[in-house]
């Protein structure tokens, strides 16, 4: 997978407290940081860790700039012109407190905006990135404890592709999806309706389910196996009703080598979603041919090209079917 190259614009760090019952604080940078060779680095950090996390949501803004000011504010600073980057970042820390006082979130950490070029995309990123202690060895070789930005645990993240919202892209927002409190704040933080439709990303998994099966060069009785495996852990999510979680799909569907499957599920210019519900119908395909003609209309099982019951020569370009069922016999020698 090619890597996109980053061209930071802007970039400004402001720090975020709250913590228990405690209205939330913002400590605020009054100008945009300059961006030098360490704060390319911490960006590229971020996007690095970002990318390999993959329980995200998608969406697009909400259409009620009253209750979710974000939209209105990136209009102002991208359309309108009248924020600059500086005031534009002090202004989401304004509504990213709120959110997190009406959500009894307890987050505090440093919170990056950045504008950055990737590719031909314009984005606008906002993340709340936690410090760790770690060690450094000093000039008389003494070792001591030293703070650095936390990117492994990334508690809350988000991306707005810029150019894909002036487009009217359907989905231009991605976030971290997070556990606990952090999700739905930051969600309501980015005013971020979650546009998900099952049956269109069911369909979407499908066919990279089956892309990686062909790739991957198994023999038949593997790839059936991994593909019936697939199958049924789709269609018992569909049945109960349970929200899939990209994450978990590669180290059930490929226990033996699961990252490989995931960085096919995860990367692309269509990432899949996470937290939707399979749509049955659509995960038909994993384990059954279907087809029609002008006058004729077949549908098997993937596992009868293995036992005898159907034969494709590729010779003829004909199908044999084996085992008729006595009705069907008597009906093709009556006519």
Known sequence: MSQIQHTITHLVVHKLHRSGESPASAELREAACRVDDAAVRMVERLCSHYADRSSKGYGRFEDDENAFPLPRLVREHVVDKSLDFAALSKRMMDAMCLCADEEGADISGYVVVARIMEGASDCLWVAVVGEAVGSAVTGAFDVI????????????????????????????????????????????????????????????????????????????????????????????????????????????????????????????????????????????????????????????????????????????????????????KKMLQDE
């Open 145 to 328: 404890d030293c703070l650095h930005l936390d990117f492994s645990a990334l508690p809350a993240a988000g991306r707005i592709d810029l150019s894909g919202w002036q487009r009217g892209d359907e989905r231009y927002i991605s976030f971290l999806k997070g556990r606990g409190d952090v999700a739905p704040w930051f969600k309501r933080f980015l005013g971020c309706s979650d546009i998900v439709i099952a049956l269109k990303e069911t369909k979407k998994l499908v066919q990279r389910l089956s892309d990686f099966a062909e790739t991957q060069r198994l023999d038949p009785p593997s790839r059936d196996a991994m593909l019936e495996r697939a199958h049924g852990y789709l269609d018992e999510l569909g049945e109960s009703g349970s929200p899939l979680a990209i994450d978990e799909v590669a180290r059930k569907i490929w226990p033996e080598q699961p990252e490989r499957l995931d960085a096919v599920l995860t990367g692309g210019e269509a990432p899949l979603a996470s937290g939707f519900v399979p749509d049955r119908r659509a995960i038909r395909p994993l384990v059954r041919f279907r087809a029609a003609g002008e006058q004729w209309k077949l549908e098997f099982d993937r596992s009868s090209l293995h036992s005898g019951a159907v034969h494709y020569d590729r010779t003829s370009d004909t199908l044999v079917l084996s085992g008729l069922p006595e009705y069907l």
